[in-house]
């Protein structure tokens, strides 16, 4: 029976460490990439029907029930009503200065 050798850990450099922690990260990282691109497509499909369900007065709360969509989402999509690409990049706010004490 041949017994394997053990790797000490002053044998094991540092791109190795990297290495194994990649690919162990890899299976989960390309699953979930893959699962946010099918959620992008299911919101640019699920956007106009979600503000054609609030023209036909379905409440707010049953949307998000059914969709698992924030109310806030939901105003968003209804209240602009047309079909954008989900998240689009946030303006940056200014900072305002107050005068006085509060």
């Known amino acids: ?3 394997m050798t053990e790797i000490t850990p002053e044998e094991v450099t540092p791109e190795q460490i990297r290495e194994a922690a990649e690919s162990k990260i890899k299976p989960l990282g390309a699953e ?4 946010l691109k099918r959620l992008d497509t299911i ?3 699920l956007r106009p029907l979600v503000a054609s369900a609030r023209r036909a007065e379905v409440s707010f709360r049953r949307v998000t ?3 698992g969509l924030s109310a806030n989402t939901v105003k ?3 209240d602009t ?3 954008q690409e989900p998240n689009p990049p946030r303006a940056k706010r200014r900072a305002v200065r107050r005068s006085g004490p509060r």
């Open 1 to 3: 029976m041949t017994r």
């Open 32 to 35: 979930r990439l893959k699962l």
């Open 43 to 45: 919101d640019r499909e």
């Open 65 to 67: 029930e059914l969709t």
């Open 76 to 78: 968003k999509w209804v």
């Open 81 to 83: 009503g047309t079909v």
